[in-house]
């Protein structure tokens, strides 16, 4: 008896002494996560201003905007819409908003610009916050508050009747697990779409041969979904949405599902589309690698928030906080970065010496040129000899010191 | 207290805990500190002590007079009610007179439609429509499925039994066709409304605890007996399948494609018509297959109410002891069972395998050749005057086996040395397991085992579970049918005990050794197409009637859903946490105990509720072979037309369905029916 007691007893303080431990250890976490958030979220603030009044004077260039997102608020729970109404609550932590709401922020507060033409990448790890985004683009999913102009028409206006004419003619969506039907034959899948536009058989079918040629689907018209492969599957997604002939395609995650070399495939696919078509799309992903191959600008989302939008170049080179900095950090620079970057002032005698590169000629080819020449070469632009690189540029830019040098040309130039 | 072990591995004592639920382990040490952690299973054991010592100490088992309430007259009353008005009340004449008009010249069409067309037409077009089916051509599913067809209307027409079995085959027509749209439309509204699903789903639930036998009663007195009140309880019956599982594919269809369609601006019909409805497809077929089998089930079944075919057959010789000649009968119908059965599940099949469905067949076509066949072969048949079977085609079996059945009588049933035979064992097993059960239940004052029920009741499930099932034990004794319903209770226990022993072994032998899976696979298909009437025909031919014959039967009968439930379980746990343990050398016995039961044990559970569901069925309707109690009060109230006794019995059915089902029943995650 006494044993046992004795036994409990110990036991009884060891856990007490757990508790204890795991409770300061606890503490200081939070402590340790509170101060560094409050210093990302500051950052981050900026940098959202700062992107912010960036994309409003990139906006004001020869390109119009097709979709233009302002302060769109995505909130799921029970009585979501005081959220984004609420200064007090908009200001929350994900945490702290769902225990004092029981609401989640899918999207908080987001503002960009889809230019025309563009291959906009929103790149994010998953409960980011992009799937819901893209959704709410079309209104798959209602969006809270904010504001959706499409072509500059106001998107959240539209009744059900154009709201459907919109979804039928002007944006298609690739979905992640394909959503194929498996009772029709790739062709049917291909011609849905129209077929629910109200197009005669004979004319979608038609329609329907063509887009399955383009996208490298020719002979296997009769076939059913469940008999082709992943990447098969996709290319038939991909093919009902280019057969309604959209505006904007609207990609969610389309290659996540395939194998690593059949992605790099489709990838390719895209790539090709896009310049043969110059459609606009909106890209969403989680694989940095994929968002830098396709993106002509991107936007990297974390909690529902934009923390970085720009070009690859600019993510690469200039990580808004360490958040983004650590998800580039692995980033093959020299395969993203343009020697107009890289570039040093050129000497007197310099201009008139080396061989010519265009400005976003990017670092990789750059030194291919110099290795080969074993001299430094010019970045021209319109005849104008705008800088040169050399071996110890393009290997600062290799070695990620460029940046340090890119802050201090910034200064310089404020200044 | 004292006797707690000092270094009780934490994890062996919780794994016990969740085990003594129902069962008392073993005294281990440290059996009764176990116990007190779990407040339900001290609540049992004291409940059950309670009753053991209230039984011993004399109390009486009898539900005292002053509890019960009258429901007799009332419903004598509603009786003579019924049967004057029943030809001149306007809600007869308007409404349920259409109903039954309209459901009997239905029937008499498409009998009249089927002799018309003569055995010839008959089968060629049975042949031909089960070719269609499989996909038509020369492949050979299309060929080994008319080749069912064939012989099973062949067999039928051999074995003398061709016209009643068309009787059967058209009411079957017409319940099946307005079963299935019933089915697809209460499905449709359940499967795209949750309001519709929060209203219908508890119905169904209900319907499939319920016996059937117990609700044909009042179908006979709004219709009278005959084919209307056989086409309205077999449409009650057998429309819930088809439903449960119309919604259930409309539920669980790819929600990437229905999003997709969205997206691409379907609207609501749209998406309903291109999206929905055909991605439900496959469930909708499984349904219409489950709705045939209950079908002829309940068309069989309800010979008893006047539905004339094979089921009349069946019952008529059952009632005169004619087993060759129920055989017959019951033979046919396990022929049509099989045909329909082939025939409705080789269309899943198809649809199953992607490149039957890429042959771009024209799908008029195969139809067009079954119309002009059949019309061929009515047309030769009508020519040569043959349109009934010819009578010197049919090969008598039931003198033959009549004198089978002797033999095994005389020379089986009892006086053989040491083994006894199955007389002898018939009676013993209602002397030594049934008749104790029924004392002990009977013995047992009213109010502990209201206390059992409630606490069981409560152990499993909850409150409401408990309340449940403490209110539908009153409303037996109520009624003044207590001691009638422990009487029927001692037999379903006594087929449940049989049922889950050989359902969990023979369940586990399956999903451990796939030899014996293969096996045995096409025995419980077989055993799962047949109706529950047929099933008492080789138990009376054994042991020519009784509770012991009763009891057979329904274990037979719930047998193959326990083994199928159980081999699935064990055969649906992560391999990866059988690998691991093997990999750590557990022995067989070892991991049968460690991983493989209690990681089915949800599906062991629901292996219970089914063989309880189906085990009280089955004892209700061997009331008609001898096993008395409340199943023959509902047969007798069906032959005499007597409502207070018939109602009152199957309501009393009813309540313990209800009872067993919520004292089995486990929680509502692991509650997949269908299975």
Redesign the interface.
Known sequence: MANTSAGASAEGKSETVDTKKSETVDTTKAGAVDTTKAGTVDTKKAEVEETASATVTTGADDRDAVFSVRHLWKVFGPKAKRVPADKELAGLSAAELTERTGCTAAVRDVSFDVQRGEVFVVMGLSGSGKSTLVRTLTRLIEPTSGSISFDGEDVLALDKGKLRELRRHRAAMVFQNFGLLPHRSVLDNVAYGLEIQGVGKAERRAKAQEIVEKVGLAGMEHRRPTQLSGGQQQRVGLARALAVDPEVLLFDEPFSALDPLIRRDMQEEVIRLHREEGRTMVFITHDLSEALRLGDRIMLMRGGEIVQLGTPEEIVANPADEYVRDFVRDVPREQVISVRRAMRPADAEETGSGAALAPDTLVVDAIEAVARSGEHCRVVEGGRTLGVVDHAQLLSVVAGLDDEADAADKKAATV | M?A?P?ETPVLDKRDRITHSGSESPPAAPGFWARLAGNPKAVLLVAALLVAVIAALAGGSGIWPKDLTFDLRTPLTDLNEWLVDNRDTHPLFLYFLLHISNTAQSAVDSVVLGLENLGFIGVTVAAVLVAWAAGGAGLQRRALRTAGTALGAFGLIGLLGMWEPAMETVGLMVVCVVVAALVGVVLGMISGLSDRGERILRPVFDTMQVLPAFSYLLPFVLIFDVGTPSAFVTTVIYAAPPMARLTSLGLRGA?A????????????YR?QLF??RL??A?KQMLLGLNQTIMMCLSMVVLASMIGAGGLGEEIYRSLSILDTGQSLTAGIAIVLIAIWLDRTTAVVGER?DD??A??R?NRSWLPWAVVAAATAGATAVGTALGKLEWPDNWVVSISEPVNSVVDWIESELGSGIPVLGGTLTWASGFAEYVINPLRDALQATPWWALLLVAGVLAYAVGRWKAAVTAVLALGVIGGMGLWTRSMDTLSQVIAALAVTLLLGFAIGVLAGRVDRVERAIRPLLDTLQTIPQFVYLIPMVALFSGGRTAGVASAVLYALPAVVRITNQGIRQIDPAALEASRSLGASTGQQLRQVQLPLARPSLLLAVNQGVVLVLSMVVIAGMIGGGALGVDVVKGLAKGDLALGMTAGIAIVCLGVLLDRISQPGADVKKRGL
């Open positions: 004292s707690a000092t790819d990437a494609a229905l999003e997709a369609s969205q997206s691409l601006g379907a609207t749209q291109t999206a055909p991605l497809r649809l992607p490149a469905a890429t771009r």
